[in-house]
């Protein structure tokens, strides 16, 4: 399968992700050349590199990775496609020591897409991992862990769709995809109750939810309509009673703000529907994952 084939099955969009990596590919070279393996390696060479999980993990990125070596083929080589053999599959668990994928071609363009495609690679493997972790510590409460737009510029249907890897659900993907009424909304319209009838006016279709700190914002916001609550910053206690108001009449809700990975089984127990854990994207550690030439 070609690059383009991989990321459409991944239910990427192609264009999107092929036009990300070129850019990405540009500002490694920044209008030069790769110098170090220009002088090294010859222009003939062709060697096989094993992509290698350096830690366990949940491996996220694959089709992403491959998409870059063939990108650089393209640049460096007059359209060379690199081969692929992949050996493990986007949303699995990996072992330290074992290869995930092995890609065939020439030398020089191995070595000048690695850092690019590991970059992404690790960084959505490690977006997969935190998120497995978060969904084990919430299993069997029936809450779900979603992510927030708290992505890097440029990256989120990568990291959202590094997410849905790691057994997580995504949020909205952009503004305009759902509404969420947050404290800055509220005082800029006035109060919970208009700002939520200036946004069903606008979008009588659209999902609304709130943002609320207090339990008495919580009920003026199901009095209002909302489809779904977000407790921000709230404690289990706070969040208990939330749901029990909530949950009678409908509406779904959402804690948020201040999540922990090692609280999260009891935030989860309190009932809400869902955890929204910014850290996700924002905060998960790359997993070591490297590039290695067999040797001859």
């Known amino acids: 399968m070609s690059a383009r084939d991989l990321l459409e099955a991944a239910g990427l969009d192609p264009n999107t992700v092929l036009d990300l990596l070129r ?4 500002e490694d070279l920044a209008g030069g050349v790769d110098v170090t393996t220009l002088a090294t390696v010859p222009a003939d ?3 096989t590199g094993d992509l290698v999980a350096r830690a366990d993990g949940v491996v996220a990125g694959l089709s992403v990775a491959v998409a870059v070596f063939d990108t650089v083929g393209g640049a460096l080589a007059g359209g060379v496609r690199v ?3 992949q050996r493990r599959a ?3 668990r990996v072992r330290r020591g074992e290869v995930l994928a092995s890609v065939t071609g020439p030398t020089r363009v191995l070595l000048t897409a690695e850092r690019t495609a590991l970059n992404l690679l690790c960084h959505l493997s490690g977006v997969a991992t935190l998120t497995a972790a978060w969904v084990a510590a919430v299993a ?3 809450a779900t862990i979603r992510d927030t737009r708290k992505t890097l510029p440029g990256l989120r249907a990568l990291e959202k769709y590094a997410v849905r890897q790691g057994g997580g659900t995504n949020h909205r993907m952009s503004l305009s995809g759902a509404a969420l009424i947050k404290d800055n909304h509220v005082v800029a319209a006035g109060g919970v109750a208009k700002a939520f009838a200036a946004v069903r006016a606008a979008h009588p279709d659209l999902a609304v939810q709130v943002e609320c700190d207090s339990l008495d914002d919580v009920r003026e916001a199901i009095a209002a309509g909302a489809d779904l609550i977000l407790l921000d910053n709230m404690e289990p206690a706070d969040l ?4 029990g108001i909530a949950r009678p009449a409908g509406v779904r809700t959402e804690a ?3 999540l922990t990975l090692d609280r999260a089984c009891e935030v989860a127990a309190t009932g ?3 955890l929204a854990v910014g850290a996700l994207t924002h905060s998960a550690p790359a997993l070591d994952i490297a590039l290695d030439l067999r040797e001859a």
């Open 23 to 26: 850019w990405a590919v540009a």
């Open 45 to 47: 060479r062709m060697d």
């Open 83 to 85: 081969e692929v053999e």
């Open 90 to 92: 986007d949303g699995d």
């Open 140 to 142: 069997g409460s029936g």
């Open 240 to 243: 208990r009673e939330a749901v």
């Open 256 to 258: 948020s703000g201040g």
């Open 272 to 274: 809400v529907d869902f």
